[in-house]
Nanobody
Framework: QLQACGGGVVQAGGSLRLSCAAS????????MSWYRQAPGKQRELVAG???????NYADSVKGRFIISRDNAKNTVHLQMNSLKPEDTAVYYC?????????????WGQGTLVTVSS
């Protein structure tokens, strides 16, 4: 399973760091990503990082957000800088994990980020 944390309320221009940890009998993790869903909008990809590739970012967060992963700890982080009110959303971590249960997609429970103007 995936457990996310780090959301909260921050003023515009501020920073937050989200973290997500995968647990269980994990053999390998392919992609780890962060998605977000704002009220009334569809869920969108924010940033993703594969096991041996460079990260990719949505255009709206390029230059402000940094995704990183710790393969030894099966964790993924999202450092969010220069936050804007339009970044307000529930953020979900995602991972494609190969475990003793096979290859599956997993989602975290979501963590709310609120950016006030």
């Amino acid at each position: 399973q995936l457990q996310a944390c780090g959301g909260g309320v921050v003023q515009a221009g501020g920073s937050l760091r989200l973290s997500c940890a995968a647990s269980g009998t994990i053999l390998s993790i392919n992609v780890m990503s962060w998605y977000r869903q704002a009220p009334g909008k569809q869920r969108e990809l924010v940033a993703g990082i594969a096991s041996s590739s460079a990260p990719n970012y949505a255009d709206s967060v390029k230059g402000r957000f940094i995704i990183s992963r710790d393969n030894a700890k099966n964790t993924v982080h999202l450092q969010m800088n220069s936050l804007k009110p339009e970044d307000t959303a529930v953020y979900y971590c995602y991972a494609n994990i190969f475990s003793n249960m096979g290859l599956r997609d997993y989602w975290g429970q979501g963590t709310l980020v609120t950016v006030s103007s």
